[in-house]
């Protein structure tokens, strides 16, 4: 009797060990009664051409890329999906059925997935998002918001040149870059309030904002989750918005590379995000 070949993914970065994937696809492997393994892979900048020639020859499914590999390995797959190419940067490769190495992203995936489940009634056409940043994570944002029919997206950040520079990148009349002084203005008739910067996570500087002028029903969403509630999230809460919190959009985009690599489209629910919360105390 042939024993199931034992498959194998993981995650990439430099560093790595602060990594709570492993324990993400741990969880399903062991739910979904998977024979595989997921893997931190320590990978250096200069060595990532090599790590990926390794990864066309050793049996591999694929890998999650994290920080600061996200737009370099652009460069070195054979194809990239839509999503890769809207967002600039690639979170997860996979292979075809042809035997290319395709490059994907689901970090904007995650993000909306995560804002509809945790706002249920959520319908993004005919609303206005303020997002503070204009890094990697306020690109997925931003195209997953504008995919999804939000009508009005305020760019702001601090350096407003880089807010300029992403909005004209992306080349949607809907994106408007403002000055972070004028952040308390544009805060007027908001319907989401995203931060995507990693101001208030855990060892960082707070994200100091005045949100006063934000509507008590606006939604306020920080993608930081450890903590899981941000100083943003708490006097959000405090005055009677909606808040969600960072973990889900982590849990979110995992799910398309688990599919990918093992052949089940796995759940996202309450007794996974409990075990990572446990694994983050």
Same mark, same amino acid.
């Given at each position: 009797?042939?024993?199931?070949?034992?498959?194998?993914?993981?995650?990439?970065?430099?560093?790595?060990?602060?990594?709570?994937?492993?324990?993400?696809?741990?969880?399903?492997? $062991?739910?979904?009664? /998977?024979? *595989?393994?997921?893997? =931190?892979?320590?990978? !250096?900048?200069?060595? %990532?051409? @090599?790590?990926?020639?390794?990864?066309?020859?050793?049996?591999?499914?694929?890998?999650?890329?994290?920080?600061?590999?996200?737009?370099?390995?652009?460069?070195?797959?054979?194809?990239?999906?839509?999503?890769?190419?809207?967002?600039?940067?690639?979170?997860?490769?996979?292979?075809?059925?042809?035997?290319?190495?395709?490059?994907?992203?689901?970090?904007?995936?995650?993000?909306?997935?995560?804002?509809?489940?945790?706002?249920?009634?959520?319908?993004?056409?005919? $609303?206005?998002?303020? /997002?503070? *940043?204009?890094?990697? =994570?306020?690109?997925? !944002?931003?195209?997953? %918001?504008? @995919?999804?029919?939000?009508?009005?997206?305020?760019?702001?950040?601090?350096?407003?040149?880089?807010?300029?520079?992403?909005?004209?990148?992306?080349?949607?009349?809907?994106?408007?870059?403002?000055?972070?002084?004028?952040?308390?203005?544009?805060?007027?008739?908001?319907?989401?309030?995203?931060?995507?910067?990693?101001?208030?996570?855990?060892?960082?500087?707070?994200?100091?904002?005045?949100?006063?002028?934000?509507?008590?029903?606006?939604?306020?969403?920080?993608?930081?989750?450890?903590?899981?509630?941000?100083?943003?999230?708490?006097?959000?809460?405090?005055?009677?918005?909606?808040?969600?919190?960072?973990?889900?959009?982590?849990?979110?985009?995992?799910?398309?590379?688990?599919?990918?690599?093992?052949?089940?489209?796995?759940?996202?629910?309450?007794?996974?995000?409990?075990?990572?919360?446990?694994?983050?105390?």
């Amino acid at each position: 009797m042939t024993l199931p070949r034992v498959k194998i993914a993981g995650v990439v970065g430099d560093p790595i060990s602060h990594s709570l994937s492993p324990v993400l696809h741990g969880y399903w492997l $062991k739910k979904y009664d /998977i024979k *595989g393994e997921y893997e =931190a892979f320590h990978v !250096a900048p200069n060595e %990532l051409p @090599d790590f990926i020639k390794r990864l066309k020859t050793n049996k591999i499914e694929g890998v999650n890329f994290t920080v600061p590999h996200k737009e370099s390995v652009m460069g070195l797959v054979d194809e990239l999906d839509s999503a890769a190419e809207k967002i600039g940067a690639v979170n997860t490769v996979y292979f075809t059925d042809e035997g290319k190495l395709l490059g994907s992203n689901t970090d904007g995936y995650g993000f909306i997935k995560n804002l509809k489940q945790s706002i249920t009634n959520w319908i993004s056409t005919n $609303k206005v998002a303020v /997002i503070i *940043g204009a890094g990697g =994570a306020a690109r997925a !944002a931003t195209v997953s %918001l504008l @995919d999804d029919g939000i009508d009005e997206i305020r760019l702001i950040n601090r350096t407003h040149s880089r807010a300029v520079a992403l909005s004209e990148e992306i080349g949607d009349k809907r994106i408007k870059a403002i000055l972070w002084d004028d952040y308390e203005q544009a805060l007027l008739g908001a319907d989401l309030l995203v931060n995507v910067t990693t101001l208030g996570m855990t060892g960082q500087p707070e994200l100091v904002l005045n949100i006063n002028n934000l509507p008590i029903g606006a939604v306020v969403y920080d993608i930081v989750y450890n903590p899981l509630e941000t100083d943003l999230l708490k006097r959000a809460r405090e005055r009677g918005n909606k808040t969600v919190d960072g973990l889900g959009m982590l849990l979110h985009q995992a799910a398309p590379g688990f599919k990918a690599w093992f052949g089940i489209f796995p759940e996202v629910d309450d007794d996974l995000r409990h075990h990572l919360i446990k694994a983050l105390a």
